[in-house]
């Protein structure tokens, strides 16, 4: 496995910087990161392809700058403010990797321009509990300024190290001259429409490992306590190198798409940093093409998602399917590129992306062109959702991508794709019942093998609306022991039906002005549907958990 280390120490002044902040004029020292070799990277690049490993956008250089020893500090106003520039000839961009962090609170860090200029707001950099790493956002060229701050009547001086610099050398700069011109945005339609929900559970990850950085695609999804958990769920092919550290380094990307179904727009500036792993398949296997169960990590966010993200927590299904007749989509960041939204209509079946070795652990795609372009998926989709329909509970996740045959490409469409079967993730692969993803998404054994998808779900889970017609079915309590209280929003006579998981009725009644009790105690722990039937009234369906 290689790692491009030049040197233990790499610290050069190569230049300073003269700018203006506050009055004072700093002087600001320059490193240079050690030579980047494009033609071994090159060839590394062919070799790891052929291994089936992470293709990489950047690659790691040392850099080993400390603040007690190199960059300026100066006080300025009420702050004391440390300043050091870095770059890396050649480089299309740069991200900074820090670690060692200790830093008093209303410490911030922000990125400047060669010529001093701003790239954006600063960020806080107070970090939760336990976790010292942190990587700055992507700033396009080969140069770039640190800037940290603090408050000046803090006691002890804050510090912290980078470590390291990605050296960004594709995949990063033209999106359209790298994946090409079929794939459909987010926003067309008619190939949105229903799927608005898992679209704004995809995010782009940053993915860090010792050799460098890559693009991945992962879903933020719900589970069955509907608390809100940042729980993204990724493929482990992903993330199978990376230490705990570098864990604590990814950068979760949402809403990065265009504003329109021909372009337009777009913003990169709704990230999240840091995350700790969770579950994982832990099947990777050479025998296998690297892969011998169906390649799933769950990772679990370093801080909750803002609401001005307006997130959505993603439906799953984990129930054992062998064939999927409905059309669905998956959503994905081909080559790290804006949000693309691919189509299926033909049946979907089980295999694995090496047909000899028998498995049965992943769903096997073939792509359909649509109104606005033929979506495929490419390097940067792997660990995207696919997405099937449910007439109760909405759109459903029911695999994650974990690569494609035949080099798949907008010129080469014909190929399969590979989905790892959310029923195989659930309790099946090569690892622990703790890094199963039952283990998290349902951590009080319900047993239940389907949960809605939610906007909303710590504000949602006793009063969950349709998604089909818009009326509301209020549940007490849900999660429900011996009794379920049901009252609808028309009080009028209905009758209800009571579905497991599978579909099968196993209770019926009547409601008397829209309010009924329901005695519970025959049924077993699970998951259940309520649905409820008038003549005056669509029907309405409505998610629940018995748990004795």
Known sequence: ???????????VIIAALFIFSGGVRAQVPFIQ??????AWVEAD????????????YGRMLPIMA????????????????????????????????????EVPEDATLRILLPDGTAMAKAVSLELPDQIHEYATAMVAGDSCILEYREPIATARRGSFRVAQVSHAYRDVDDVTAREGSCHVNVACEPESIGWEGPIRATVRISVVTPQGTGWCTGTLVNNIREDCSPYILTAWHCGRTS???QFNQYKFYFNFQYANCNGGAYSTAQYLTGSQLKAYSDDYDPQYAGVGGSDFMLLRLNVPVPEAFEPYWAGWDARNIATVTADGVCIHHPTGAPKRISSFTQTVTTGHPMTSSGL????RVKWAPTQNGFGVTEVGSSGSGLFSPNSSLGPLLIGTLTGSSSGMTCTNNSGTSYFGKTSYHWTNNPNTQAQKLKAWLDPDGTGALMQGGSADPCGTASAI??????????LCPNPASEQLVVRAAAGTAMNYQVLDNTGRL??????????????????SNGYYLLRTISSDHMPASTPFIISH
């Open 33 to 38: 990161a050690p030579a980047f070799d494009a």
């Open 66 to 101: 400390e603040t007690e020893r190199d960059g300026i500090w100066t006080d300025e106003d009420n702050e004391r403010v440390w300043r050091l520039g870095i770059s890396s000839s050649g480089a299309l961009a740069l991200e900074c990797f820090l670690d060692q962090i």
């Open 45 to 56: 690049d062919r070799e790891q392809a052929e291994a089936g490993s992470l293709p990489l």
């Open 1 to 11: 496995m290689w790692i491009y280390i030049a040197s233990i120490r790499a610290a």
């Open 465 to 474: 609306p349709e998604f089909i017609t818009g009326q509301t079915l209020s």
């Open 360 to 363: 049965q652990t992943h769903y």
């Open 243 to 245: 230490t705990t550290a």
């Open 506 to 523: 196993v209770l019926d009644g009547s409601m008397i002005e829209g309010h009924a009790t329901i005695d519970l105690s025959a049924l």
